[in-house]
């Protein structure tokens, strides 16, 4: 089975499954979704897309660490800073897609797949299994400054920091009651949910790339002037 896969619904709403395993972050799964994601604003017309998984209890469990530890212990730097700066430009693809964008959490969103959560402009999760938690501070890898500014976009600073210093892991509900999840849901019914939801934000892609332009001109300062320095000045650690 392919890493990624998408369709196009009756609606204009593409649907893209994610299919790796515990989707973690590595090279091969980085270049699928991308290319998915390509696929889908060149190849279609869809006017909306809807992101989940197909494993059973996990949207995505973040960075592969089996690969990503070896290769820093080894002294890989450059092969280690190329990885992060493909994994943000994977975040700032999904914030400045040309359309809606709806993240159906289905389960687990851990690390660098709660981060991902964050880059879309909506987030349906499941409500009967899976936590949303950034553990940062017990893996030991700090947050980039453009890591900060997309999440913050979409959890409130004082949320974040509870969740960014402690580690804690939120439901479904909680994660609503804080107001950067919109609706809880069960597993059965948060595809149809998601979709359904989808089906009436078909607007015009050109309107929504700009406004999406304008609306996180501050993030693309922070991805584009303070990210570079501090991947290059290898401030991570596994």
């Not at 991308?34 to 973040?62: M, P, Q, R, Y």
């Not at 892609?205 to 993030?219: F, Q, Y």
Request: net charge negative.
């Amino acid at each position: 089975m392919d890493r990624v896969t998408w369709t196009v619904d009756e609606n204009d709403v593409a649907l893209i499954e994610l299919n790796d395993g515990e989707n973690r972050f590595n090279p091969p799964f980085l270049s699928s979704f991308l290319d998915a994601l390509d696929a889908v604003e060149e190849n279609t017309g869809a006017k909306a897309l809807v992101v989940t998984s197909a494993h059973e209890k996990i949207f995505s469990n973040g960075i592969d660490l089996d690969w990503l530890g070896p290769l820093i212990r080894a002294g890989h730097r450059e092969e280690a800073q190329a990885f992060f700066r493909r994994m943000m430009a994977l975040f700032r693809r999904v914030l400045f897609y040309p359309m809606p964008t709806i993240a159906a959490v289905s389960g687990h969103a851990f690390a660098g797949g709660a981060i991902l959560c964050c880059a879309f402009d909506f987030r349906f999760m499941r409500s009967d299994r899976g936590f949303f938690c950034f553990p940062e501070v017990d893996l030991g890898i700090p947050f980039l400054p453009g890591m900060i500014a997309i999440i913050t976009r979409a959890v409130s600073c004082q949320v974040f920091e509870e969740m960014q210093y402690t580690g804690v892991r939120l439901t479904a509900e909680q994660c609503v009651e804080k107001g950067f999840v919109t609706r809880a849901c069960p597993r059965e019914d948060l595809g149809g949910e998601a979709l359904g939801f989808a089906a009436g934000l078909g607007k015009r892609r050109e309107v929504v790339r700009e406004m999406k332009r304008r609306t996180h001109r501050g993030i693309l300062r922070v991805l584009e002037e303070e990210d570079p320095p501090v991947i290059a000045s290898g401030v991570f650690s596994v």
